[in-house]
C-alpha cells in the first residue's frame, strides 16, 4: 500500500514531512526529559535545601540576619527555575504545534489521493480474501455442460479380479503414461508401472515430454509421439495421463483429433487438474496482494533454476483453463474416464516418504572388498521426499478455506472431465501416490501399477459400450 502511495508526489512529500517531524519531535521530546530532570533536581535540592534551613532557624533563632540571607538566596533560585520551567513549557508547546500541523497535513494529503487508489487497495484485499471460492467445480456449473456417469463400483470388481490374478488387458493396444509436472526432476515417475505392463506382456511407453512446458507445447510434442507409435505398429494407442499429463494429453486430443481420431482408443485422467488447480490458481492470481513479487519468485524458480516455462504452472490456473477449454474441448465420441481421490490427513501421512528417485555412488568409498560386480560398479542410495506431508499439508488450505476435498493439490469437482466416465474411490490417496512407491505401504491394498490397469480396463469396456450405442 505505501510503495502505491509513494508514486503520488504531493502523498510522498508529505510522507517524508511527516516522517522528519516525528523524528524531530523524539529528539525534542528527549530533550526536554533531560531538562526536565534536571529542574526537577533542582527543586527537589531547593526544597531539600529550605527544610533544613527551616529546622535550623527553628532551633537557633537568634540568627535573624543569618536567616534572612538564605531566604534572599532561596527567592532568587526559585525565580531561576520558574525560568527555565516556562523555556520548557514553550518549546513543548512549540514542538506540538509544529507536529500537530504535520499530522494534519499528511492526512489531508491522503484523503486527497485519488478515488481510484483507494479502489484499487481495496479490489486487491477482496480479490485476495475471495481466492478460489467461486472457481473451484465451475465445470459442473457451466450451462449445457455434459453429465458424468459414476462407474466406481465396476472399477473395484475389475480392480479385485486384477489383485487375483486377472489381467483384463489385450496386448493389441500400445499403453501410453504421460507423467505430470517436474516429472523431469523425478526419474522413478511412472517407473513401476511401466516395468508392471512389460512384464505382463505389454506395450508400455512414458511420453518424453519436458513436463515444465506450456500445455499446448505439450500437446503438440504428444501428438507427434501417438502418431509414431501409431505408424511404427499400426496398434491403437490408449492414454492414461497424471495430473498436468492428463491436461496435456487432452489438449494433445482436443486440439488434433481430425488426425488423431482412429489412433487414440481412449483416455484415461488420473488426478488431472481438468477443471483447474485452486493451489496454481491461489498462487499465480493476478489482482491479488503481492502478485507481482510471487511471480518473480516464481520465475526465477522455474525457468532460472528448473530451465521451465512459467506457463507450465500457469495453464493450470482456473483463468487459463476456463480459456483453453471455450477454444478447445474433449470431442464427444472419445472415451474418457476421470479418476480422483481424497488425501487423508491422518498423523501417520507425516511420517510417510515417497521414493522419488536415486542416487549412484562408487562403491570403494565405502571400502568393500568382497562386494559382488554389480555392487561395485554403483551403490543405489534411495532419494526419499515428505511428499505425502506437503500433500496433506495442501489439503488442510484447500478444505479450511474453501470447504472442499482434495488429493491435495486438485480439488476433486475440477478432476471430472463433462461427458466422462468417473471413478470416485473411498481410499484415501494423496496426488502422488499413483506414480511413486512410499515408504510404508499397506498390506492387502492394490498397488498404484494395478489401479492403472484396473482404470485402462474400464476405458476399453467404455470404448466398447460407446461403439454399440
Excluded at 535540592?45 to 527551616?54: H, I, L, Y
Excluded at 520548557?88 to 489531508?108: C, I, P, V, Y
Excluded at 517407473?191 to 512389460?198: A, G, L
Excluded at 492403472?452 to 474400464?458: I, K, W, Y
Aim: aromatic share 6%.
Amino acid at each position: 500500500m505505501l510503495h502505491i502511495l509513494s508514486r503520488f508526489p504531493a502523498v510522498n512529500q508529505a510522507s517524508l514531512r511527516f516522517t522528519e517531524s516525528a523524528s524531530s519531535f523524539g529528539r525534542g521530546l528527549a530533550s526536554l526529559i533531560d531538562d526536565g530532570g534536571g529542574a526537577a533536581s533542582g527543586l527537589g535540592s531547593q526544597n531539600q535545601s529550605s527544610q533544613g534551613k527551616f529546622d535550623v532557624a527553628s532551633s537557633v533563632s537568634s540568627s535573624n540576619g543569618h536567616q534572612m540571607g538564605e531566604s534572599a538566596s532561596s527567592t532568587t533560585n526559585n525565580l531561576d527555575l520558574f525560568t527555565r520551567q516556562n523555556i520548557m513549557l514553550d518549546k513543548a508547546t512549540s514542538l506540538l504545534n509544529s507536529t500537530s500541523a504535520t499530522f494534519t497535513e499528511f492526512g489531508q494529503r491522503l484523503l486527497g489521493t485519488p478515488p481510484l487508489l483507494w479502489q484499487g487497495m481495496v479490489d486487491r484485499l477482496q480479490t485476495t480474501w475471495k481466492g478460489s471460492i467461486d472457481d473451484i467445480g465451475w465445470l459442473q456449473r457451466l450451462p449445457g455442460s455434459m453429465g458424468v456417469q459414476d462407474r466406481t463400483q465396476r472399477f473395484e470388481q475389475i480392480l479385485e479380479l486384477v489383485c487375483h490374478g486377472v489381467h483384463p488387458l489385450p496386448d493389441n493396444l500400445i499403453y501410453l503414461l504421460v507423467p505430470g509436472l517436474f516429472s523431469n526432476h523425478s526419474p522413478l515417475y511412472f517407473v513401476d508401472t511401466k516395468v508392471y505392463f512389460s512384464k505382463l506382456g505389454l506395450t508400455c511407453h512414458i511420453a518424453k515430454i519436458h513436463s515444465e512446458a506450456a500445455v499446448e507445447t505439450n500437446a503438440s510434442v504428444l501428438k507427434e509421439y501417438i502418431e509414431e507409435l501409431h505408424w511404427g505398429s499400426g496398434k491403437q494407442v490408449a492414454i492414461l495421463g497424471h495430473s498436468k499429463g492428463g491436461v496435456d494429453a487432452a489438449a494433445a486430443v482436443a486440439m488434433n483429433w481430425p488426425s488423431l481420431k482412429d489412433k487414440v482408443a481412449g483416455l484415461v485422467l488420473v488426478q488431472s487438474p481438468y477443471g483447474g488447480s485452486p493451489i496454481a490458481s491461489d498462487i499465480l492470481r493476478e489482482g491479488q496482494i503481492a502478485d507481482v513479487q510471487t511471480r518473480y519468485l516464481l520465475e526465477l524458480l522455474i525457468q532460472k533454476m528448473v530451465k521451465g516455462d512459467l506457463k507450465a504452472l500457469e495453464d493450470l490456473t482456473y483463468k487459463k483453463r476456463q480459456n483453453f477449454l471455450a477454444r478447445y474441448s474433449l470431442p464427444r465420441e472419445l472415451p474418457v474416464v476421470s479418476f480422483h481421490t481424497e488425501i487423508s490427513i491422518a498423523p501417520k501421512v507425516f511420517s510417510t516418504m515417497s521414493h522419488i528417485a536415486h542416487a549412484e555412488l562408487p562403491w570403494h568409498l565405502f571400502n568393500i572388498e568382497t562386494a559382488s560386480n554389480v555392487v561395485k560398479n554403483s551403490m543405489k542410495v534411495p532419494v526419499v521426499v515428505p511428499l505425502p506431508a506437503l500433500m496433506a499439508m495442501c489439503a488442510k488450505h484447500i478444505e479450511l478455506r474453501y470447504k472442499h476435498k482434495s488429493d491435495g493439490l486438485v480439488a476433486r469437482q475440477d478432476a471430472e472431465a463433462p461427458g466422462s466416465v468417473v471413478v470416485r474411490p473411498d481410499r484415501k490417496l494423496d496426488h502422488g501416490w499413483m506414480v511413486y512407491s512410499v515408504s510404508n505401504k499397506t498390506l492387502g491394498e492394490p498397488d498404484a501399477s494395478q489401479v492403472c490397469e484396473a482404470l485402462l480396463a474400464l476405458l476399453l469396456e467404455t470404448c466398447k459400450r460407446t461403439k454399440a450405442d
